[in-house]
């Protein structure tokens, strides 16, 4: 067990290495210079922009530019940001925030999806089935951004529920209905899944054998059906954190919440590399550790997967 | 080393072994395949004739616009701004005094083109890969499931937005379908590679390499036609997914370039209004939404085709 | 101002946007009033604002959001009323001589900044230097280059700067310029304590000040989130504050700004976002404002795009493209009548602008009139036929999309051609193209004046060798006439030679003027004494609640 966690952390160095070197080439080959640009229409002089490009040691080949990033980091140094703010306090104001968003985006998706997948599942056919499986067609179909107008259309606006937006604190009531928004997609995913794979699990041998031997239905659901069929569904809600925390980027902006995904935006438009990998980095080892977790709890869901030493 | 599997052994009820039926083989009848099956079932379902009409549909709106709208989409009267339906203009007129009909209409294009162009590039891409990483495994398979972990781990959104801001200005259709592309390979290349492993060491795949067909007829042969069916079916999938991922793009400033029509861009437009003119919202999103589901469905449809463990549930 | 890509676009839209920081306020008839008693005295104003992009430095702030900041905890020598008159500040007079090459300033006795240290004529000689000198890389260091000893190439003490004594000093200018009272009211212009120099980083984070108002504590700039301002007692000046103190949050959407004003989270809002610009009168019936600002819009033909070069054919297509565009229209039902169709290259916020820029002579050119325009490019097409697209370039990261589209939809709709709008992903990248001449179409362009002056609307954007100038324009007439005006003796004189200026460029129309963006604000009904200032700021210190 203990090897095979060395192992994929092992493998997490080329990844991590891989995708941050890949964003970085992407933003440089972005045309255009970011310093001149950080100005807007009224240009300095030409000598103000050459010196602040060489605080950034934009001045120098990639490469080395990429390298000095990778230096830093290991020195704990994540750089600044063009506005001259340390890399390391805005991940430290974006991340935390975006995490709570996306721990409550997953918490209902699970919720909501699990539940619904499985009473879906097990009446299969039926009316609630029918209806809840047109509503996650709905929520698979329309995009997020649509979704996220018409509910803060719909209850800040015409019924005064809530706050159109998030205030710069961004509490935890605050984030419901953005989180929501963020997690739709991701219910209607789950409930198919989960309804799938109860559907499945209901012919399984082992659940007519539970059956066979008296067990109480809800015994059987609790035991049998909805332990098996929470496999992929976990697998799924680990791969589904890392694209939380920047689906966020559209949701976060309807709702104007200072997280991640603002953060990366700008980082892109005004081509500060340094910042953006920097997220780019972290989101990375979140996704990779998320995914490591979700091996990890195969191993506790399902009794007849045991890791190799 | 000795084997301590033990093979149950024991006598079936009479019904569940009907003999009689299994000596009856008609030989004449062509034996059955797994598209056969498929379209066998898939006919019986209603939900599947909605489905391809809906999608014909579409196709048709996207490649002759012009027959089901007759107002020009792109000559827009900024004095029409946000003015209500008239006769000839059932849906109204947008911010720029442009026929939201027609937009709705033309905008089927943008979609259902990006949607095609990015599935093919992905599907072909991430199968060619995935296949090759399963059959021959070994450090190619390493070095390709490294290289596709390096572009999970990027969200596609953030990539993709990255990557449009790479290209010189002039972007179009295939320019957007290549970078969703980019993005959705890895997925594809997983479920190939894994459905190529697992058909790798079926009996059919042994008796031909015992019969010494070469290793690379063997994979283009037996391999990749029986690991087809769950590509198709994420391609299928996906190709909803993909025109959602371009009206974001087109949403974010990202994506198409204004002069092209798209329905993303409008509902980006149209989001301003939406305090006085939801409608102008409204079109264009239930159109990109019911392209979306026609695509979604027929994915599902054809998964449940497929399976046969699910077409015998139900 | 349109969200399109709401917070997305908006965040970055303040990056593009350079501004002026000049201090506002109106008469402030009793200055000597020392703020601090009684509760209305008290009470906080909360305003939108967005994140500074930059440390607080004053001379390295060129943008709305830390300006916005900067101006309420600095002061210079002389700040800028509501109708954008420059007015004594930290200054008790600033002084020319006879041909305008020198000036004498004589400073407010007892000046102390928010740390008790005073401000002396030093203080300002020193930050000056500091600012100027290429080295500290200061954004706003090319506002020093009429100073002597300034130096675009390298490092340089500014040697026109002269202590007389701790409460007066000279300036010694390179040109003669009659502007130089308004020049020094822009924010990079402020003094810098002594502590600036000792941490420079530090202060960045915290400033201190000597303006009408002061930081609430060290921590009081929440990254991202907002700044939390005090009244600064010690403040002598013509902005003396009403109030406790301005409690700025930074918003990346707009929208949700108006929301806040709505449910009254928030005091002051300057930017009503296009969603509301529909409802803001009614659902603010007696607290709004919509007033011409000191921004001015346009779209500039660069001379070396073919068929647009200087000449006959050039001449008659720029005219006919300004004719053939309906302003009127657009500024009605695309901006919901908060733009001013233009008449000009300057703007209305602009002291008697009623008398010299709305009349302008040959500005017939900027009303449409399509006939004229068909006529005048069918002209030029006999002197060289125009084929293919004319396309306008903006960047998709601001909010340009919306009005490039109805400008290029009038010109297809007037003149017949095939006109279409052409988006960059980014400013950074139209800025590329534009500074390196690689423009194959119009593109946008626009200018916010750094100080209510008609040369800074002029002289930046098409004097021969401009900064701004991405045009490539060059003219005799208005690079003469711009020089005259500045050495002018008497400010009549000066606007006399701008006009001239103005003149030439109607004929010329390096750029084609669209419009000026009005400042369109609302606010709480329970604060009082609203009034938005030349620079689109509302005027803070005047309000109370």
Known sequence: ?309 | MQSNRRIERYVAPLDETPIAAVDAVDTSKKASSVWGDAWKDMRGRWLTWVCLVLILLIAAVAIFPELFAKADPTSCDTLNSVAPAIAGHPFGFDVQGCDVYARVIYGARASVIVGLLATILATLLGGVIGAIAGYYGGWLDSVVSRLGDIFFAIPTVLGAIVVMQMMPWDKNAMSLAIVLAIFGWPQVARIMRGAVLSTKHADFVTASIALGVSRSKILLKHVVPNALAPVIVIATVSLGTYIVAEATLSFLGVGLPPSMISWGHDISVAQDEIRTTPTLLIYPATALALTVMAFLLLGDIVRDALDPKARARR | MKTNRKALAALSIVAASALALTACSSGSKDSGNESGSGDAAAAVITTNGTEPQNPLIPSNTTEVGGGKIINLIFAGLTSFDASGAPQMDQAESVTPNADNTQYTVKLKEGLKFTDGTPVTADSFIKAWTWSAKLGNAQSASYFFDNIKGYNAEKDAELTGLKKVSDTEFTVDLINPESDFTKRIGYSAFVPLPESFYKDTKAFGESPVGNGSYKLASEKAWTHNKGIELVTNPDYKGARVAKNGGVNITFYTNEDAAYADVQGQNLDVLDTVPASALKNYESDFPDSKTNKAAAVFQSFTIPQYLEHFKPGEEGQLRRQALSLAIDRDTITDKIFQGTRQPAKDFTSPALEGWETWGKTVAGNDVFSLNVEKAKELWAKADAISKYEGKFTISYNADGPHEEWVTAVTNSLKQNLGIEAEPKAYASFKQLLDDENNDKMTGAFRSGWQADYPAMYNFLAPLYQTGASSNYGRYTSKVVDNALKAGSAAKTPEEATAEYTKAQAELVKDLPAIPLWYQNVTGVWNPDVKNVEFGWDSVALYHEITK
């Open chain 1, 1 to 309: 067990m203990l090897w095979y966690i060395g192992r994929r952390l092992l493998q997490l160095i080329p990844v991590f290495f891989g995708a941050t070197l890949l964003i970085y080439l992407m933003v440089f080959a972005i045309p255009g210079d970011p310093i001149a640009a950080l100005y807007g229409d009224h240009p300095p002089a030409p000598a103000v922009i050459e010196e602040v490009r060489r605080q950034f040691n934009l001045d120098k080949p990639i490469m080395i530019q990429y390298l000095l990033w990778v230096m830093g980091i290991f020195q704990g140094d994540f750089g600044v940001t063009f506005s001259g703010l340390p890399v390391i306090d805005v991940l430290a104001s974006a991340f935390p925030i975006t995490a709570r968003l996306a721990i409550l985006a997953l918490i209902i998706e699970a919720l909501f999806g699990i539940t619904l997948g499985l009473v879906s599942g097990l009446r299969k056919g039926g009316v609630f089935d029918t209806v809840s499986l047109v509503i996650s067609l709905l929520l698979i179909s329309v995009p997020t951004f649509v979704i996220g107008f018409l509910l803060q259309y719909l209850f800040p606006i015409t019924l005064k529920i809530g706050r159109t937006t998030v205030s710069r604190d961004a509490p935890w009531d605050e984030l419901i209905l953005p989180a929501i928004v963020l997690a739709s997609v991701s219910i209607a995913n789950i409930l198919r899944l989960t309804r799938a794979s109860v559907a499945e699990n209901m012919g399984a041998d082992f659940v007519r054998t539970a059956s066979a031997k008296g067990l109480k239905r809800g015994r059987v659901i609790r035991v049998h059906i909805l332990r098996n069929s929470l496999i992929p569904v976990v697998t799924y809600l680990g791969t589904d954190l890392g694209s939380l925390m920047v689906g966020a980027i559209v949701t976060e902006g309807i709702f104007n919440i200072q997280g991640v995904g603002g953060q990366v935006y700008l980082a892109v438009q005004k081509g500060d590399g340094p910042t953006l990998v920097a997220f780019v980095a972290v989101m990375v080892i979140i996704f990779m550790l998320a995914n490591l977790l979700v091996d990890l709890l195969y191993a506790v869901l399902d009794p007849r997967i045991r890791y190799a030493k």
